[in-house]
């Protein structure tokens, strides 16, 4: 297992959230959207000019911005 920020995984990768740090409104901004530590996550799509990602978590797409997305740990199985 590897550890790296939702921001630099590549389309159709999976990995699981281990921290989401930034902001105290960022923070809770991400946590609120469903984006917690334990949580599995899957990047589905680049937008053309890599930002924003669109992810899915929980059931659901949510899109995130770049700047977003690199305050989101991950840990991705190898």
Known sequence: MSSNTLDKLPIGATATVTNVQGDPQLQQRILEMGVLP????????????GDPIEIKVMGYSLSLRKAEAKHISVEVSS
């Open 38 to 49: 334990g949580v599995q996550v899957q990047v589905v799509r680049y937008a053309p000019l």
